[in-house]
């Protein structure tokens, strides 16, 4: 009998036991099929007969002695066989087949694969499954306590969860790749783990994906583990690892019915995130870091960000620690607007942004100066102490924004300082979600910015406006001969 059709009844015996269907499944090249070559009425019918003459064909391979054909050749990529693979590789290559004196080789590889495949079937070394609940915030475990096998390599699984016992299933695939689901209750969670084959290792994780248990709807995804041996559920590592923080559910599809655009707040859903980080912190400090002031410390930082995001993602004002920073994002946000307004007073000091000189304030001036090229009309009222004693740098300053088509006016901060809120603050007024109002109150009695955008505040400040304006003087009415004795505040 010849060597290629030995190969063949390998196959055939071992690996399919003897299933003509599932061998023939294997060997059959549908880009073959044409309808037309027969007298079926629907194509399910023509293809059965097609899928019946390949059956045909391949009993007579495994009966007679057949050399490797050409159109075995031919089609072998587009054979179902040509797919299987084997510890991260191919496991048949044509070469296997076209080789005279391999056969002793081409048995030992099946015998490999079948074991393989039996470890596959079922893998008892992993024990345990932890998840974290979000709902209830705390960790869950489960036991496996009885392994069923059942047909068709189907593994049913018992699992012990408080007291409980509930059913899943559970398959090792040819690419270690291991797939479980679970029914608890009324929900199902689906786990997707890859094992390494690392004896070494007591865990492995991997995805879960479920449904909200209030509503048994919303998709919700996070990690679990699935352990050998028991492990420390109280181990706040263990939390971690489960990420506890980056639970996603799938929210976006609670959206109105009358409006088909997609709408999420981003800045909703992190400030979420921050908040459970920040608990998570929180606990880490308490059962890791207690005398570790390097930790607790960044930490204790970390909160201000998060209270930053909670007021961001309910509208509300916030502080501003950095004017360069606040003043160059503002810069880019009227870049990026165009052919607008724009208004600021600013109280003239030597600490005045405009008069230092890192290359971050060289930059900050010159992009400002140029504002004029993106469509904007600036316009800036600086206050100081007396409109009669100009300062040299204040007098150039003018001089040079006057020269790039921004509108300068200067205005005695004693005509001013009670009756508004700050003199220091600019703002864009287009009627729509990108106004805002940035400011450091006079109130407050802190050298910090609050940033508004809630209409009334922004009516204030905008009213303030108009007063300072009303009792300010224009750059073109100011004597460029007036006295140059007096120095910016400090």
């Known amino acids: ?28 090249d549908y880009n073959k099929f044409d309808r037309n070559k027969f007298n079926f009425e629907s194509e399910e019918e023509s293809h059965k007969q097609f899928f019946s003459n390949r059956k045909t064909v391949l009993r007579r391979w495994l009966l007679n002695g057949n050399k490797c054909t050409p159109d075995f050749q031919k089609s072998f990529y587009n054979y179902k066989i040509s797919t299987y693979r084997f510890q991260g590789e191919t496991l048949f290559t044509l070469d296997d087949f076209r080789e005279e004196h391999n056969l002793t ?92 084959n690392d004896s070494s290792c007591n865990y492995i994780v991997g995805t879960s994906m479920g449904y909200l248990t209030k509503d048994n709807i919303v998709p919700r995804a996070t990690k679990v583990i699935l352990a050998k041996q028991k492990l420390n559920s109280s181990d706040i590592d263990l939390q971690f690892i489960l990420n506890e923080t980056e639970v996603i559910s799938a929210i976006e599809n609670r959206l109105n019915l009358n409006n088909h655009d997609l709408k999420v707040n981003p800045l909703v859903r992190y400030s979420r995130t921050f908040k459970k980080y920040h608990t998570l912190f929180s606990r880490f400090v308490e059962h890791k870091f207690q005398q570790n002031f390097y930790y607790r410390l960044a930490f204790r930082e970390f909160y201000a960000i998060y209270k930053l995001f909670e007021r961001v993602s309910k509208k509300e004002s916030y502080f501003i620690f950095n004017q360069q920073r606040a003043f160059f994002e503002l810069i880019k946000t009227l870049e990026a607007i165009k052919d607008i307004p724009f208004y600021m007073v600013m109280e003239f000091t030597s600490k005045n942004i405009f008069l230092q000189s890192t290359q971050k304030d060289i930059e900050i001036k010159k992009r400002f100066l140029n504002l004029q090229n993106y469509g904007i009309e600036s316009h800036l009222i600086f206050i100081v102490e007396n409109t009669k004693t100009i300062s040299h740098e204040l007098e150039m300053l003018l001089k040079e924004m006057h020269e790039h088509q921004i509108t300068v006016r200067v205005v005695c901060k004693e005509k001013i300082i009670h009756e508004i809120n700050s003199i220091d603050f600019f703002f864009i007024h287009l009627k729509d979600s990108r106004d805002f109002v940035l400011a450091d109150p006079l109130r407050d009695n802190k050298d910090v910015y609050k940033l508004f955008t809630n209409r009334l505040t922004m009516e204030e400040y905008r009213i303030d406006y108009q007063t300072i304006l009303n009792k300010s003087i224009d750059y073109l009415n100011i004597s460029s001969t007036v006295a140059t004795t007096f120095q910016p505040k400090s």
């Open 1 to 28: 009998m010849e060597n290629f059709t030995q190969k063949l009844i390998l196959i055939y015996t071992k690996m399919f036991r003897e299933d003509i269907d599932k061998f023939t499944e294997a060997f059959i």
């Open 105 to 196: 080789d081409f048995e030992k590889k099946i015998d490999a694969y079948l074991l393989y495949q039996q470890r596959a079937y079922i893998n008892t070394d992993y024990r345990y499954i932890y998840a974290f609940d979000e709902e209830q915030e705390a960790l869950q475990s489960y036991t496996i306590t009885k392994w069923i096998k059942g047909d068709r390599d189907r593994v049913t699984i018992h699992l012990e969860y408080e007291g409980k016992t509930y059913s899943g299933t559970f398959s090792l695939q040819e690419d270690s790749n291991i797939f479980m689901t679970i029914k608890i209750e009324q929900i199902t969670l689906y786990l997707l783990f890859h094992d390494t």
